[in-house]
């Protein structure tokens, strides 16, 4: 049975994890209307990925006998200035959802709950890896600056991102 606080902090990431999907699909809304293709193609497999987490967590707290309570889903932003700005939100945003997973893995760790613990493996990993990738388009964007075909080519690149199921989740399918 999962310990009321832990269930209760998943409740909270849930939630948490809906929020990011909310805030990708708002950026891909705003880079479709901007005629960014690609970037709003990008931002929509986030839009799913995030899903995937909340949906990863939902399945994790009802197998541990938990009761998944979902909370209203707050305002996002809906307009940003250049795709810089966006992924410089996105890069702020994963650093924050980084925290909130480390901190869930610290109470878990309390409560001496190991399979929390080995669940949440996984999430630091992907963590590491959303980071990275923010990181890596700023760079590229930085390099890019105003060049208009740069940005055109940029775009294009990240068209080419296609959705995979995630493990935890290909593993139950
Ligand atoms: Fe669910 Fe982008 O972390």
Redesign the pocket.
Known sequence: MLNKEVEQAFNAQINA?FW?AYLYLSMSMHFAHEGFDGIANWFAV?FK??QD?ATIMMNYVNSRGGKVVLAPIAEVETSWDTPMAAFAATLA??NK?TGLINDLYALATAKNDYATQSMLKW?ID??VE?EETAESFINALKKIGDNGYGLYMFDKELAARTYTTPSPLAAKA
């Open positions: 994890e990011s986030q990925e995030e987490h945003h994963e959802v999430f992907e963590q959303e």
